[in-house]
């Protein structure tokens, strides 16, 4: 008898590399979530998640922040 001293890891990975493969409508759907998610992450952030820190000092800043804190709390 033959021990597999292979890690668990590395099965797993295997595992799933053979299953991928052999893939044939899956392959067409994973795509479509990686497309998915590429918009959700990248391309809506610069439409609705601007950048208000860019190009201050370190100063401006926290300033920035504080205001901000405060203001939120404040009714």
Excluded: C, H
């Excluded at 008898?1 to 052999?22: E, H, P, W």
């Excluded at 044939?24 to 994973?30: D, P, S, V």
């Excluded at 401006?60 to 939120?72: A, D």
Aim: proline share 4%.
């Amino acid at each position: 008898m033959q021990k597999n001293y292979t890690s668990l890891f590395a099965r797993i990975l295997k595992f799933y590399l053979d299953g991928f493969r052999q893939m044939t409508i899956g392959k067409t759907l994973w795509l479509i979530i990686l497309i998915k998610l590429f918009v959700l992450f990248f391309v809506l952030k610069f439409f609705f998640f601007p950048n208000f820190l860019k190009g201050k000092s370190p100063e401006q800043k926290s300033e920035y922040v504080s205001e901000e804190l405060l203001n939120r709390i404040a009714p």
